[in-house]
T-cell receptor
Framework: EDKVVQSPLSLVVHEGDTVTLNCSYE??????LLWYKQEKKAPTFLFML????IEKKSGRLSSILDKKELFSILNITATQTGDSAIYLC?????????????FGTGTRLTIIP | DSGVTQTPKHLITATGQRVTLRCSPR?????VYWYQQSLDQGLQFLIH???????AKGNILERFSAQQFPDLHSELNLSSLELGDSALYFC?????????????FGPGTRLTVL
């Protein structure tokens, strides 16, 4: 069974700090790893990673994938209160044309002003 | 705004009842995915439709069914509802099936079963 584990479960830091969120996975027929940010309602897409070692960057957020060690990290630098959210990691696997996303339980990030 | 719409926003119903949740994908997207998010389970994949055909099934109960219509909108039918079915139900759409196409999530339908 496909499995995605995120750590930590919860993180509280002060504004301006840098945080690293972790995601490890065990899936058959890996296709991609995705990071989403979930505030009040629907998850919003952050990054999609398919290749090892290539950092994806968007402003203060960046992410990298290690397909050998089966993990990814999401970094947020100079955190702001607006970064407070649940960050979800998901892995897409495709078994016999059966594409599906398996989500981790998320990391709840709280930024204190 | 992702471009994916879901109705209704909230639904309160009683145990044993049947409800239908509706999802309209982004214009041009052929794939629709349904997910259930409950407090203790996180986001769980339910089912995937592509261009009207069922493509993949996840942890979907037999009491639940879905379909995708010719205009590509999708409906998720939940019957014989139980208290444990209370959750947020999301649909997501995607252009096709390629790994480089991300999924865009709708705002969700919050179902409360009393």
């Amino acid at each position: 069974e496909d499995k995605v584990v995120q750590s930590p479960l919860s993180l509280v830091v002060h504004e301006g700090d840098t945080v690293t969120l972790n995601c490890s996975y065990e899936v058959t027929n890996f296709r991609s790893l995705l990071w989403y940010k979930q505030e009040k309602k629907a998850p919003t897409f952050l990054f999609m990673l398919t290749s090892s070692g290539i950092e994806k960057k968007s402003g203060r957020l960046s992410s990298i994938l290690d397909k050998k060690e089966l993990f990814s990290i999401l970094n947020i630098t100079a955190t702001q209160t607006g970064d407070s959210a649940i960050y979800l990691c998901a892995v897409e696997a495709a078994n016999f044309g059966n594409e599906k996303l398996t989500f981790g339980t998320g990391t709840r990030l709280t930024i204190i002003p | 705004d992702s471009g994916v719409t879901q109705t209704p926003k909230h639904l309160i119903t009683a145990t044993g009842q049947r409800v239908t949740l509706r999802c309209s994908p982004r214009s041009g997207d052929l794939s629709v995915y349904w997910y259930q998010q409950s407090l203790d389970q996180g986001l769980q994949f339910l089912i995937h439709y592509y261009n009207g055909e069922e493509r993949a099934k996840g942890n979907i109960l037999e009491r639940f069914s879905a379909q995708q219509f010719p205009d590509l909108h999708s409906e998720l039918n939940l019957s014989s509802l139980e208290l444990g079915d209370s959750a947020l139900y999301f649909c997501a759409s995607r252009v096709g099936l390629a790994a480089y196409n991300e999924q865009f999530f709708g705002p969700g339908t919050r179902l409360t079963v009393l």
